[in-house]
């Protein structure tokens, strides 16, 4: 079993910044990766970007290049999205995930552990 607890969501201006935290707790956390999801009002969730606690590779989505970062602490067990730029369209409930780490990043159904979510407002 993989616990996962989110914080930092909040309500921000277009063009400003939030880091959003994702502490993971449980015996075998290291043979997971780590994934952010967003779900947006109407929307189906989609996959924002992705670390492994090993060697730290990442990935994201497109709309989110260049403007979000993946990092992680294993000391903490803990990865971070730090987001810059915010525009109202990535307004949405942000998920901290986990994922066998062998299994695809970008497959929502690879991810079996989930956070409870933390809300991400961005007005305009």
């Known amino acids: 079993q993989v616990q996962l607890v989110e914080s930092g969501g909040g309500l921000v201006q277009a063009g400003g910044s939030l880091r959003l935290s994702c502490t993971a707790s449980g015996r075998t956390v290291s043979n997971y990766a780590m994934g952010w999801f967003r779900q947006a009002p109407g929307k189906d969730r989609e996959f924002v970007a992705t670390i492994t606690w090993s060697d730290g590779s990442t990935y994201y989505t497109d709309s989110v290049k260049g403007r979000f970062a993946i990092s992680r602490d294993n000391a903490k067990n803990t990865v971070y999205l730090q987001m810059n730029s915010l525009k109202p369209e990535d307004t949405a409930v942000y998920y901290c995930?986990?994922?066998?780490?062998?299994?695809?990043?970008?497959?929502?159904?690879?991810?079996?552990?989930w956070g409870q979510g933390t809300q991400v407002t961005v007005s305009s």
């Open positions: 995930a986990a994922r066998p780490r062998t299994f695809t990043y970008g497959r929502l159904e690879n991810y079996n552990y």
